[in-house]
């Protein structure tokens, strides 16, 4: 289901029994920007069929928030041009070298190179895949990026994350929205899920130093203030009960964290 946040801000949910992350969009006077193209060429299409009835301007950009499959493989539906920072485009190289074949699909599976599921939604959801090949990106940068879509600027920031190092996030400032994509989330190691400490609160200090109301997740779609404070309260005292040399201790982290308003 398309949603729109304010009259030139939408984001199509994430549907989980897919696979599928959020997409967004973010429209000015002269272009639009969707962020994250889906996770298939199915995916890309429910996009762009639900935004063909919206009156906005062409489609000029699109940012891929990280190199998982599930952000990105719904890439080639879009004409406008492809933006990701060096990490993720490196990742996308990669994919740009496999096959989509049901015996190749199947050897990245045994290998572990790809989930189960991720070859699941290619069989299911890419069509032609013989002759499939992901489109190469266009605009590459380092660490930051600033776009100007008519009257609506958009900040792009690889910043720190307990998901991938290469997350980037993207920042409207007149409308004070952020879409974080799967950058607040912790990671999946040898079966463990889990957040890497060191990482926690430098990633808290660059998202909070932007003056956001509301967050769009990939997998959550969207949040507001009150509500990621908690998640970052939650997070921060988990790391600080972590740290604590004593059960009591830890418990007594619990029973202190603030309510709102995290100072990391
Ligand atoms: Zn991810």
Redesign the pocket.
Known sequence: MLNKINSSIYYLSNDDAKERPTIGLVCGDKYSLVIDPGNSVQHAQDFLKEIANLTIPQVEYLVIT?G?W??FLGLNEFGGKIIVNSLTNQMLKNWQRYSFEDDSLQKYVDSHIMSSKCMEIIKSEISMRDSFFLNSADIIFEESLTLDLGNKICTLETIKST??EDSTIIYVPDDNVLFLG?SAYGKTTNSLFHYKQSLLLPMIKDILKYDAHYFVL?HESLCDLDEMNVYWEELIATSKATDSTSIDKAMKQFEAAPLSNPHP
């Open positions: 990280h998982h599930d952000h998901h991938t799967d990939g």
